[in-house]
């Protein structure tokens, strides 16, 4: 359902004296995957590694530097404005903060009813009900402000919004990273639903890899603009080939039952460095156990190791 090949977004940001000195922050910088229909990728990595912007740009809410995005046969990034226009309802966005991402100033129902009306619809408020059924509410939530609704509810609205105009694609950027803890599973059961239910297909933005491999089917491991790792879930998450793969995998928190909290397993080494001055060769190389001298000065390039497993390693097949 969705092909990204080559996909560039670069942002210019001056410096220097009089801001003359043009420098490129790689946000996305060269990805390449495909998600099936009916499908949930997941896509981790640390704050800063180009995650949500890699999202915004395949739904063309950032215009690519280059590459390509096909939403089923059409190639999205070369859609003139208006035709893309008529491709975007099929094309939605569910962000972390569901308090700044609804309108203060409008009621629930004016907040569903909004893209309902600018498509054209007749039959708005029996929508606006069946919407708020689907995503756990009713219609006494329908009168109220988004300041008068929980976390919870208010990301439950954003949802019902995301699905007036019957998406097939939906790219969820941290969707219960904002929430309660006692929270955050009913929506993810909820999006797990309506996945189910609508026949949706998702992005799954996440810094949470629990949460990923609740959900996903696929997975892709994002460092510094790239994907350094992809596959299925159960085969990157078992048996992870990139070094960058296994930190973050050491790093889940363990919930330990002994002293009854959470104890971190193993602490990510290291920052991850700016993605403006990006390392040589291989990005990971500066925090990498397993850094060689090729590793400073080659960039790796992607490679299956079997059968839709990618990894962007020098030493791949030795891990
Ligand atoms: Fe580590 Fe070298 Fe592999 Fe990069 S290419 S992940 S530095 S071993
Ligand atoms: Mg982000």
């Avoid at 003359?20 to 704050?47: C, H, N, P, Q, Y």
């Avoid at 929506?187 to 629990?210: A, C, M, P, Q, W």
Wanted: charged share 30%.
């Amino acid at each position: 359902m969705i092909r990204v090949e080559h996909l560039k977004k670069y942002f210019a940001i001056k410096q220097g004296f009089l801001r003359k000195r043009t420098m490129w922050l790689k946000a996305v910088d060269d990805v390449s995957f495909e998600i099936k229909k009916g499908e949930t990728f997941g896509l981790v990595g640390e704050s800063g590694s180009g995650k949500s912007t890699l999202g915004r740009t395949i739904l063309r809410l950032y215009e690519p530097t280059s590459g390509k995005v096909y939403f089923g046969e059409t190639e999205i990034t070369a859609l003139p404005k208006e035709e893309l226009k008529k491709i975007r309802p099929k094309m939605q966005m569910i962000y972390q903060d569901p308090y700044s991402s609804l309108n203060p100033r409008l009621t629930v129902f004016d907040i569903i009813a909004e893209p309902l009306k600018e498509h054209g619809y007749e039959h708005v408020r029996d929508r606006i009900l069946e919407l708020l059924e689907a995503v756990g509410l009713s219609e006494e939530h329908a009168n109220k402000y988004p300041d008068e609704l929980s976390g919870g509810q208010c990301q439950r609205v954003a949802i019902a919004r995301a699905l007036a105009l019957d998406p097939e694609f939906i790219v969820l950027d941290e969707p219960t990273s904002a929430l309660d803890v006692s929270v955050q599973a009913q929506v993810l059961n909820l999006l797990e639903d309506l996945k189910k239910d609508l026949r949706l297909t998702y992005l799954f933005i996440s810094h949470d890899l629990g949460v990923v491999r609740y959900l996903a089917d696929k997975v892709g491991v994002m460092y510094l603009g790239k994907i350094v790792e992809s596959g299925d879930i159960n085969q990157v998450f078992d048996h992870p080939k990139h070094p960058y793969t296994k930190m973050l995998l050491e790093s889940i928190p363990i919930p330990d039952p002994k002293v009854r909290s959470i104890r971190r397993h193993k602490i990510v080494r290291g920052e991850i460095p700016s993605p403006l001055t990006p390392p040589s060769g291989c990005r990971f190389h500066p925090r990498c156990p397993y850094a060689k001298d090729i590793c400073k000065k080659e960039e790796p390039e992607m490679i299956e190791l079997e059968r839709g497993h990618f990894v962007r390693c020098h030493f791949a097949e030795e891990m």
